[in-house]
Nanobody, 125 residues
Framework: QVQVAESGGGLVQAGGSLRLSCALS????????VGWFRQAPGLEREFVSA????????DYADSVKGRFTISRDNAENTVYLQMNGLRPEDTAVYYC??????????????????WGQGTQVTVSS
């Protein structure tokens, strides 16, 4: 059974940093893209970043480019999201999810499954 667990959220002032972790279990994840998404109150869940199974390919939403960095450690089955220069508009629940197909890659939410419970990130101004 696949399990996905996010951690690392919290309250931070604008300009601060957080590192989110996504722990994966129940499958060999080195062949699967993992994505980070976020959902703010009253808004739809949106794509933040994705990393291919090998880690060689990454993608970012325009709103976080240059501030967020995604990485992964396949030996530890963990994907990270380093968030620097945080802004109040980054406040949301952050989720990670696994791409449905081996070697697939993309930013469409419908192409991902195995969602975690999310971790709250709150950025104060």
């Amino acid at each position: 059974q696949v399990q996905v667990a996010e951690s690392g959220g919290g309250l931070v002032q604008a300009g601060g940093s957080l590192r989110l972790s996504c722990a994966l279990s129940g499958r060999t994840f080195s062949k699967y893209t993992v994505g980070w998404f976020r959902q703010a109150p009253g808004l739809e869940r949106e794509f933040v970043s994705a990393i291919s199974g090998s880690g060689r390919t990454t993608d970012y939403a325009d709103s976080v480019k240059g501030r967020f960095t995604i990485s992964r450690d396949n030996a530890e089955n963990t994907v990270y999201l380093q968030m620097n220069g945080l802004r109040p508009e980054d406040t949301a629940v952050y989720y990670c999810a696994v791409y449905k197909t081996i070697y697939g890659f993309g930013s469409k939410i419908q192409d991902y499954d195995c969602w975690g419970q999310g971790t709250q990130v709150t950025v104060s101004s």
